[in-house]
DNA sequence: ATAGATAATTTGTACGGATAAATCAATATA
DNA sequence: TATATTGATTTATCCGTACAAATTATCTAT
């Protein structure tokens, strides 16, 4: 223990103490020398590291005082962080996945910092952009519509070789070698449309978002399913929407739609948030459900099961795509390799499709 | 300019031109005094700052040289965070609260750094200390069982003392002179119960979590009511419960009240989640709602208006709280002083109250 | 040729002294 | 009363010196 280092102990436990206040005028070096008997050196090197440890301060000519050292303490330390950029923050599916998410890594310690692109390409570059500031030790990102050209390819490129562990979940970009958790949606969508089929449906209109990669997925299914039907293939009746969209006008485009004598017999919605809507402007025409015309949504939100009718839709495994995708970032986190999972997902029916009179036995 | 500095500048300039590359070995204290002919003192005072930034490491015996300046020069920004600490993170009422929150802050560049108590206080001494770390800009904090002493209150002590701007959401510790945002929680459950005596009702179960001061003020207000008719304040039953309590067990007592022959004509409970599971409950022992019991929650949870019958509720201004709530934090942030916010409540009457005959003209 | 001891080199701690620059309080001046 | 001056106090910079402690190079004995 040299001598710099007791008296500057010493003086440490006199400020932490409350010996000496904040703010509080310190002896002058002279005094300090007599006190420690030691040599001017030796103060002013102890008193010098406490100024540079935010201690104290000094004003030359006038002394030395107590800097507000309790506020200057806090060491940025690398805190553990996973970062969430999602286009939805605290509504639909999010929570569960979000909740999901957080059930996995804060067993690790681990706190959720979340930010919210609501669906905004400026939006997610602003995340983005917070996210690698912020020291994050992993990423979880959800796609800004991402069936677009994305505009923030070259942040993605720079989160990609910051070899800060990211996961992309609902989409991913084929462009960037990273996993990803997402559900089949191709498939499932068109397991959606066969059931309908299998119910005598065979005009249907499918409303999809296309600007995003889900919506276009979803779509696909829904077209691969009409493509093993050439028979009735041209009853296939599509409308399609971005997020930008005034939702009105696409209401009233579909209100046309159904307006028409031969119009379709079901409507199969991108997702459960959009099927409950149509499910309105369906009843302000004067039509039934399902009597008149059959929805189907996508997603199971929880509200879903409490229409009337109950929605039938495809059930997304929230909150299992949430811990899933923890736990893949922890083994990411940990160096481990790990493989991309793709969901299936069950059908769930409810009463808001009906089975046409033709099929009835 | 000190000698010292031109020294440093000197230094430093040939390490960022690449004269000295990282590793290199600088020359000896000796050859410098020589090189720009000053004193050792000037040479360590320069080299000695130069190893406080970091540019250089020194060995005792060995010499000087040049650090991995690049890597150390990257400082953790300090990025815009506000924190927030809750009880729950996606369940319940939280995701309209957090978006609210989100949605006020976010317009001034600050994401949220959550984390989740899991309404336990050793979840919740975690949570603080990861805040107190991560260098948040500010903190929203939902106290974890608020009625209960609290052993964190020296990390909340601590808090308080750091000048962090703090804020408490829907319950606060009175010996933190702190603003908060909270619902009148004893106003409100008073008239839910005045309006149950207004509809006849005098033989009332109240059901209260009594580990959070929202369900001891709930649990105030019901009693206040009844403290207003003393001629059949003797006919009020509660049953309290905490977090930890095995609710089985609760939902058993519950059962036994209401098998008796004088059971109550209504059961308030502490807050919609649990006036849902007390539903199922009645029903188990085959009576209905509202013809035999009827029953009254709090919060107006978004599933309430979907149960059957729909539930009665006194409103929770979810989101206003959270908008309010971030609004406050960013002037908090900016300086300013505000004053805490209580709000009033809105019952929303659906239909799992019955008017009682008695009552009926 | 290798291991161990020794010497030289280099940085770390410490002292004393000297001057410069800023501050502060008392005094003198307008 | 307000302002300017002065001198004392206090910190800042800088020099020279000495010894301690760690490392590195050199020498010596086996």
């Known amino acids: 223990m040299t001598k710099y280092q007791s008296v500057k102990d010493s003086i440490i436990k006199a400020i932490t103490t409350g010996k000496y206040k904040v703010g509080d005028k310190l002896p002058t070096e002279s005094i300090l020398m007599a006190e420690y008997d030691v040599s001017r050196y030796t103060i002013r090197r102890a008193m010098g590291e406490l100024e540079n440890d935010h201690y104290i301060y ?11 050292w309790r506020a200057k303490q806090i060491k940025p330390i690398n ?20 909740s999901g998410i957080d059930r ?10 979340l930010s919210n692109t609501h669906n905004d390409h400026d939006h997610e570059r602003q995340s983005l952009t917070k996210m690698l500031e912020s020291n994050v030790d992993g990423l979880i990102i959800e ?7 994305n505009p923030n390819m070259d942040l993605y490129k720079t989160v990609e070789e910051s070899n800060i562990p990211t996961l992309f979940i609902n989409a991913h ?16 969508e ?8 299998d119910k005598g449906h065979q005009s249907i209109l499918g409303i999809f978002k296309v600007d995003d990669a889900q919506g276009e997925e979803r779509m696909r299914g829904f077209m691969d399913a009409y493509a093993r039907h050439p028979e009735f293939s041209y009853l296939s009746d599509v409308i399609m929407y971005q997020t930008a969209d005034d939702m009105g006008k696409i209401f009233e485009k579909v209100a046309r739609r159904l307006e028409q004598a031969d119009h379709p017999t079901a409507i199969i919605c991108y997702n459960d948030a959009l099927a409950i809507q149509i499910m309105d402007v369906v009843r302000s025409l004067g039509m039934k459900i399902p009597e008149d015309i059959s929805v189907v949504g996508f997603d199971d939100y929880q509200l879903s099961k409490f229409m009337t009718p109950g929605l039938t839709t495809a059930v997304h495994p929230k909150n299992k795509m949430g811990v899933d995708a923890g736990e893949l970032m922890l083994k990411m986190i940990n160096g481990e390799k790990v493989s991309s999972i793709s969901y299936d997902a ?5 009463k808001s499709v009906q089975t046409l009179a033709s099929q009835k036995k």
Chains 1, 2 share one sequence.
């Open 79 to 98: 805190n553990k962080m996973i970062g969430i950029v999602t286009t939805h923050l605290a509504d639909y599916i999010f929570p569960s996945i979000i």
């Open 104 to 113: 996995a890594v804060s067993r690790a310690g681990y706190a959720l910092l």
């Open 58 to 68: 000094r004003i030359q000519g006038g002394g030395m005082y107590v800097d507000d």
């Open 173 to 188: 970009y084929p462009d960037l070698n990273l996993p990803y958790v997402v559900l089949k949606d191709r498939n499932i």
């Open 190 to 197: 068109n397991k959606l449309t066969q059931m309908l089929f």
């Open 346 to 350: 069950d059908i769930i029916e409810r």
């Open 143 to 149: 796609p800004t519509r991402s069936a677009l050209p």
